[in-house]
């Protein structure tokens, strides 16, 4: 399979995918977005870690203003939600429920759509250029991508009514501050940082770690009752694992385990 939009490949048992089209500096387009959903789909098959990052001078500028945002033929009232149905939700999703976990390596700007697709990452590593920028109320639109759920259950209310309704750049350190994400590393060690993340994930329990992703999705909306329950059903999938049986046996022979892909 060739993408046009993006960078797709595999180290290691990791996929690594890439915004790469240059000349809107990574705009999500829905072409754009196509691609990277069927990229996302072969990682789930091929890997045990998926790195999402950007080529070039950022991360993704955000939707294409160039293409048709209203979706519709000119006797149809625009209606800039369109694409978002079909395309774009549905990708934030695939994220969501992906298999194995996700890491987002952030390169300079990561604004409108992008923003929302970088705080995707179950672990979010950010080069020092890098910045987040709500821009949607710049062009007279709303956030979307799933961004006031994603800010608002990561930086609060207050700060996500900040970052949303005056549309300022949060650069990386402030980013780091305000707990936005996981780490800001120097601009040329962002993928060699994001990789030795991704190869502690990908040599590990696989099917305990994608249900540990899934279990503190889960959290941001379940009551305690019903965590407990998730937990101890989730519990009883991951016991009956091989890689439960290899890590107690390694535990108990003093050495290393040695996780097997599920």
């Known amino acids: 399979m060739s993408f046009e939009k993006i960078e797709y490949k595999v180290e290691d048992d990791i996929a690594i995918i890439a915004f790469n089209d240059p000349k809107t500096m990574n705009a999500a387009g829905v072409d754009t977005v196509d691609e990277m959903s069927l990229a996302l789909e072969r990682a789930g098959d091929e890997a045990r870690c998926t790195i999402i990052t950007g080529n070039g001078r950022g991360f993704c500028s955000g939707a294409n203003l160039s293409g048709n945002m209203g979706g519709g033929e000119s006797n149809r009232k625009p ?5 978002l149905d079909r395309l774009y939700n549905p990708f934030i999703k695939a994220i969501r429920t992906h298999p194995h976990p996700v890491i987002t390596a952030v390169n300079g700007a990561a604004a409108g759509v992008g923003c ?14 890098a910045y987040f920028l709500q821009a949607f109320r710049r062009i007279g639109l709303v956030p979307d ?12 209310r207050a700060r996500a009514m900040e970052m949303t309704l005056f549309g300022e750049k949060i650069p990386a350190a402030q980013a780091l501050d305000w707990g936005l994400v996981n780490r800001v590393v120097a601009d040329d060690k962002l993928m060699d940082e994001a990789k030795s993340y991704a190869q502690q994930l990908a040599s590990g329990p696989t ?12 959290a941001e909306d379940n009551d305690l009752d019903s965590q407990l329950q998730a937990e ?30 599920a």
């Open 207 to 218: 099917t305990a770690l994608s249900i540990i992703r899934d279990l503190v999705w889960q």
């Open 145 to 156: 991508g799933g961004s006031t759920f994603l800010l608002t259950r990561t930086i609060g």
């Open 232 to 261: 101890r059903f989730a519990q009883r999938t991951a016991g009956r694992s091989p890689d439960f049986a290899e890590g107690v046996k390694a535990f108990l022979e003093k050495r290393p385990a040695n996780f097997k892909k």
């Open 116 to 129: 929302s697709i970088a705080l995707m990452g179950d672990f979010i590593v950010a080069a020092e250029s």
């Open 79 to 83: 209606d800039a939600g369109r694409e």
